[in-house]
């Protein structure tokens, strides 16, 4: 048997049913790699302890039954988990400690995870870097000083060091796919209205999505298969039935239409790019799919349209955070003077920055010509797809414009980072589902992703295009555990 | 429909008309709140009724209450007005210590209800006030000032309540139109049960647009908005108030600047709360966590069938069926339980008699003892009882007041008054006939008087044999009797 942390989700619940190996042993073997990978950064909070005695808890009457028995999980600090401290990466939730339970995580822990700890993420997944976290930058186990993507960087760096076999992020423009394509792990966001969004720190309502993040593409399925419900505490949660992701998982693909979209050959896209979507499209065709070239031809307006539109939400969605209610307060003369404070010294100055646009977007004089406008093209870009989808089952494209970048390379250019984004976000406008899929390296040897694009709810296609492609590519990740600490 | 008689204020030899429009802010009759399932219950104590939702925690959503959505389409269809099938919960964002989530959830450019119209019972006759439009929002907390020297508190009690905003046409044009208006639209929503319309609990409040204009003017003058109101009195005096004021500016030659004003109840003036320039920017935009809301017609037509009989039919019922005056019957139907307690008299006992009993000896009792028609000391049944007491001959409508007054501590039975206390009218003619003897008897100087032409002394032998009868006895039969033997 392999290392117990570089399993698989697949590997461990089939050790865990075989009672090859227990949740106690799982769980003490991620605490002690965690202990011994603090260089890494990616815990905020950990629930080591509790964790443990679950997992013992767990062993002494395991119910075999539950999809994720007995299985240690880490999630971003972004899902609000009842009695462990929920910060989204900021300082102004530093203290806060949630007496309720999101619903995707509730969904993972009643079917039997346990709660390995909170993942560090970009200061209310604002950031493409993770370094606008509050708690500090996270290292890219692919390489030091290398940034593991963001918003949910501690999560991809989490899962690709080993840290935890699976975990669960959100994706409002990218922030499970660009991490995952940077980490070399898989990444997918759903269909919006797929998970419930009912306790997850809002950042942008209308595109906040959570999702799976995993090693493999049948990982991703079974974690999907539990986090996706429908949820009435959720007004935008969608009653459909959900597949049994995993059990339909196939790498039949043979007939299935593939379409490239030309418009996502953007300028200055790096050659090694280029060769990276050239090898999925002929590894799809391997697979007996059928290539066709398509046209979005909204694409080039995805970016600022999001830019718009997800500063605007957010500008709302952050005025919670007044020192009023619970969080961090610095105390005032006055109401005015105790907001000022407060939200001045509360909030790091990316979130600073979308408020600022957000609140100017949607003032009396700028709201048609910003918020409104982004809207009508939004939907043009979703009109895009749905012309798209009327010819072919499935979309890939690469996940992102570029590698991992170093750690301070493009904290002083909000725009450069922004253009990270570039492939995902119109998925998101879309309320498409998406995933991100481990597909080659660039000359650092650092990994690159390829992202499938599906119809709504049609999870299920991409995954199974996912599952045939990662067999094709056989994607090594190997990591030199360079970060390790005795 | 006739001319109402004009409100105007005159300055030396110039008359101002004063325009007025309501914004007012009913809160729904709900269990529960607009977004949350936390009680609505007035008088708790203080933030004992905040869900996660309410007080705005991280990650929490709102889901809204179907209920609250009845009731609105309910009202909406009291006031004749358009329901729309697709409407939008909106974000209206600002600040304040008591709005936990920095934006109240509010309807705006898409409301669930459109143009209606309400109609006035004026003393000269009958006006009609548009509705422009009716939304849905929740309320806001409270933020209390002077319990802790330091610190302002904050009471979330109310945050997330649901409002309905029905906001009229500037048509009203005297502050007798705004109170009808007001009495109106409550009624209307008593009837519906969509609002109880209490005021001193806050449950009807309004923001008070006036403007003023020379008579004969037909475009509006510059408008200032008098916020949260909460009585009929108050708005009147504001009304009164800041027309004077913005007349006084304009006869000075100064221009009225568009502004929202306080009204100070303690020294009956407005005064400025904020300018036009400094008006806030609440930056509108759809809340992405709510989906547009569509109402199908099936809803509506369900709706539409359970609605009560509202008061203007009942006020036409009132007078086709039951011979009132349309005076009568407006203040009969002013209010849904002076109503229901009118049918239930009338079940048993005459409508004229009924009517004038219940608009006037029962009212009387209630104005003085300041309570509303529910908590009537007198039952409908013992009134009812009472009236046919009357119709009957058993007791005279002199007596019967006096049965009344006893029946008003502990409503008493007043059959029971009536034999305790022998009350009973004597209608005997033989009995009348023996007492009215006594009376000649004992004044046959009156009576030779009366024969010699003096007619007015009649009333004195009335008198007497009222007397002698001890009140009881039965006035139409001593006249008659009294006539025989006198003319006879």
């Not at chain 1, 349209?305 to 957010?314: F, K, N």
């Not at chain 2, 204020?9 to 802010?25: D, P, S, T």
């Not at chain 2, 009624?187 to 204009?213: F, H, K």
Request: glycine share 6%; with cysteine.
């Amino acid at each position: 048997m392999s290392d117990i942390t570089s399993q698989s989700l697949f590997e461990l619940t089939s050790n865990i049913r075989e009672k090859k190996l227990s949740s106690e042993e799982i769980t003490k073997a991620f605490v002690n790699r965690a202990e011994k990978s603090k260089k890494l950064n990616v815990y905020v909070t950990d629930n080591f302890e509790r964790a443990i005695d679950q997992s013992k808890k767990f062993d002494s009457n395991p119910n075999l039954n539950f999809k994720l028995p007995g299985i240690p999980i880490a999630v971003k600090d972004l899902f609000c988990t009842n009695g462990v401290r929920t910060t989204a990466g900021s300082k102004i939730l530093n203290n806060f400690v949630p007496t309720y339970e999101s619903t995707v995580t509730q969904n993972l822990w009643s079917q039997g995870a346990i709660l390995l700890g909170k993942l560090n993420c970009d200061e209310f997944a604002m950031g493409s870097s993770n370094e606008t976290s509050f708690f500090g930058n996270v290292q890219n186990p692919v390489g030091e000083n290398l940034v593991p993507g963001g918003s949910s960087g501690g999560s991809s760096a989490a899962v690709a060091a080993n840290l935890t076999p699976v975990t669960i992020g959100t994706d409002t423009g990218g922030s499970i796919r660009q991490p995952a394509s940077f980490t070399g792990t898989v990444g997918l966001k759903p269909t919006y209205g797929s998970c419930s969004r009912y306790g997850i720190v809002a950042f942008a309502s209308s595109l906040d999505q959570a999702g799976p993040m995993t090693k493999n593409v049948r990982d991703c399925s079974m974690l999907l298969e539990v986090i996706s419900s429908f949820d009435q505490k959720d007004s935008t949660s969608i009653d459909y039935k959900r597949n049994n992701y995993s059990k339909e998982l196939s790498k039949d693909i043979k007939g299935k239409k593939i379409g490239i979209p030309k418009e996502y050959r953007v300028d200055n896209m790096p050659d090694e790019i280029e060769q990276l979507w050239k090898n999925g499209i002929s590894y799809a065709k391997d697979c007996g799919a059928e290539i066709i070239d398509i046209s979005l031809p909204h694409t080039n307006y995805a970016l600022p349209t999001y830019y718009i539109v997800a500063p605007a939400e957010a500008s709302s969605n952050l005025a919670r955070y007044d020192g009023v209610k619970y969080g961090f307060r610095s105390p005032g003369q006055n109401l005015i003077e105790m907001y000022e404070k407060t939200r001045s010294e509360g909030f790091g100055d990316e979130v600073k920055r979308r408020i600022m646009i957000g609140t100017y977007v949607l003032s009396s004089g700028y709201y048609d010509a910003y918020y409104l406008k982004a809207q009508k093209v939004r939907q043009l870009i979703k009109k895009d797809f749905d012309d798209a989808f009327s010819k072919v089952d499935a979309i890939l494209t690469p996940s992102t414009p570029s590698s991992a970048f170093k750690i301070g390379e493009k904290t002083n250019d909000p725009v450069s980072m922004y253009l990270n984004d570039i492939f995902t976000v119109p998925i998101n406008l879309a309320g498409l589902p998406g995933i991100s899929i481990p597909a080659g390296k660039d000359k650092n040897n650092y990994p690159l992703g390829l992202q499938v694009i599906g119809k709504p709810f049609d999870e299920q296609n991409i995954l199974n295009i996912s599952y045939a492609l990662e067999d094709k590519i056989n994607f090594k990740n190997d990591i030199s555990d360079w970060w390790l600490s005795e | 429909m006739s001319k109402n008689s004009e409100y105007l204020i005159e300055r030396e030899n110039k008359q101002y008309e004063v325009i007025i429009g309501l914004e007012v802010h009913a809160q729904v009759t709900s269990e529960s709140k607009l977004f949350s399932q936390s009680s609505t219950k007035f008088g708790a104590e203080p933030n004992t009724q905040v869900s996660l939702v309410d007080a705005a925690f991280p990650g929490m959503l709102p889901v809204i209450n179907e209920f609250c959505i009845e009731q609105a389409i309910k009202t909406g269809i009291g006031l004749k007005a358009k329901i729309n099938k697709k409407s939008v919960f909106d974000r209206k964002n600002y600040f304040y210590a008591d709005l936990p989530q920095g934006y109240q959830i509010s309807q705006y450019k898409y409301p669930i209800v459109g143009e209606g119209k309400v109609i006035l019972d004026m003393p000269n006759g009958q006006k009609e006030i548009g509705i422009e439009r009716l939304h849905l929002e929740q309320d806001a907390g409270k933020s209390i000032h002077d319990i802790d020297p330091n610190n302002t508190l904050v009471d979330l009690n109310r945050s997330g309540v649901a409002l309905m905003e029905i906001v009229s046409k500037p048509d009203l044009r005297s502050p007798d139109e705004v109170n009808v208006y007001i009495k109106k639209l409550r009624s209307i929503m008593r009837y519906l049960g969509t609002c109880d319309g209490n005021m001193q609990e806050g449950s009807l409040r309004a923001d008070v647009n006036v403007s003023v204009r020379l008579k004969g003017q037909t475009e509006f003058g510059t408008r200032c908005e008098i916020k949260n109101v909460n009585s009929i009195k108050f708005m009147q005096m504001a009304i009164i108030s800041e027309a004077n004021r913005q007349i006084d500016l304009l006869e000075e030659g100064k221009e009225i600047d568009q502004e929202t004003r306080l009204f100070d109840t303690k020294r009956n003036e407005t005064r400025s709360m904020r300018s036009k320039e400094d008006a806030h920017d609440y930056r509108y935009f759809p809340d992405p966590d709510l989906l547009p809301l569509e109402i199908s017609q099936e809803l509506i037509e369900k709706i539409k069938s359970d609605i009560p009989e509202l008061p203007d039919e009942k006020k036409k019922r009132f007078i086709d069926k039951f011979n009132l005056s349309p005076y009568e019957a407006t203040i009969l139907v002013s209010d849904i339980e002076t109503s229901n307690f009118f049918e239930e008299v009338i079940k048993n006992s005459d409508v004229k008699l009924a009517t004038n009993w219940i608009t006037g000896e029962l009212f009387a009792v209630l104005n003085e003892k300041n309570i509303e028609i529910s908590q009537s000391p007198v039952s409908a049944k013992n009134l009812s009882k009472l009236i046919n007491l009357i119709k009957d001959g058993t007791i005279s409508g002199k007596i019967a007041k006096t049965v009344f007054e006893q029946m008003i501590d502990g409503d008493q039975d007043p059959l029971i008054i009536v034999k305790e206390k022998g009350l009973k009218q004597e209608s005997d003619p033989k009995a009348i006939e023996e007492l009215i003897n006594k009376v000649i008897e004992n004044n046959s100087d009156k009576v030779a008087e009366y024969k010699s032409g003096k007619d007015k002394l009649f009333g004195f032998f009335v008198g007497q044999a009222m007397k002698e009868s001890k009140g009881k006895g039965n006035p139409q039969l001593i006249n008659k009797i009294l006539k025989e033997k006198l003319n006879g």
